[in-house]
Structure formats: structure tokens, C-alpha cells
Nanobody, 119 residues
Framework: QVQLVESGGGLVQPGGSLRLSCAASGSIFSINTMGWYRQAPGKERELVAR???????NYADYVKDRFTISRDNAKNTVYLQMSSLKPEDTAVYYC?????????????WGQGTQVTVSS
């Protein structure tokens, strides 16, 4: 089992910045991918960004050049630095951790943190 604890959400004005953090604990396999998804009201959950334990990251097109994902493997923590925030970035952001064991994928999710972009 892996537990994920998120922090850093809140209310910010358009054009502002926020930094989300997600700390993993429990049965952590060293080879894994951590990432952020988001879900706005009435919409499906979508990938924002993810980064593997080797540091390779990929982003959704709508956040490229605005968001940066990073991780600290020693702390089992992933960060999402969000800049130039827009009202359409308003959503619940969920941390995700996954790994593969004998070709089977194991996914774990955080409880979610609300990000609201509004003036």
C-alpha cells in the first residue's frame, strides 16, 4: 500500500501561482511514476503532468510552459509549480503514484486538493 498526502491548493487570482506537493509513504518501489491529474465539475479526470523516478516528465498540452513538475526521490515527494493560472485551471487536483510489478500496474491516489482561480 502507498499513501499519498497532498497540500498546497487554494484560491488564487488569474495570472497567479501555486505550488502543489504530494508526499508518498508506505511500500514505495524505487521505480515508479508520480503525477498530477485534475477534475473540473462535470468533466472527466485528466492528466496534467507526470514524472518518473528517472526524472523524465511529460505534460498535457494545455499546461506546457506554465506548469513544472519535479520530484525529490529521497523524500518520495512530487511537486507541481503552477504559474500564469487561468480560471479554466480550476479543478480538484489529484496526486497519482504508480508502478509495474510483473507487468501489472498498481495505482494509488491522493484525496485531492482544490485549486480555484478567480478574481
Amino acid at each position: 500500500q502507498v499513501q499519498l498526502v497532498e497540500s498546497g491548493g487554494g484560491l488564487v487570482q488569474p495570472g497567479g501561482s501555486l505550488r502543489l506537493s504530494c508526499a508518498a509513504s508506505g511500500s514505495i518501489f524505487s521505480i515508479n511514476t508520480m503525477g498530477w491529474y485534475r477534475q473540473a465539475p462535470g468533466k472527466e479526470r485528466e492528466l496534467v503532468a507526470r514524472i518518473n523516478s528517472g526524472g523524465s516528465a511529460n505534460y498535457a498540452d494545455y499546461v506546457k510552459d506554465r506548469f513544472t513538475i519535479s520530484r525529490d526521490n529521497a523524500k518520495n515527494t512530487v511537486y507541481l509549480q503552477m504559474s500564469s493560472l487561468k480560471p479554466e485551471d480550476t479543478a480538484v487536483y489529484y496526486c497519482n503514484w504508480y508502478t509495474y510489478i510483473v507487468s501489472r500496474r498498481y495505482d494509488y491516489w491522493g484525496q485531492g486538493t482544490q485549486v480555484t482561480v478567480s478574481s
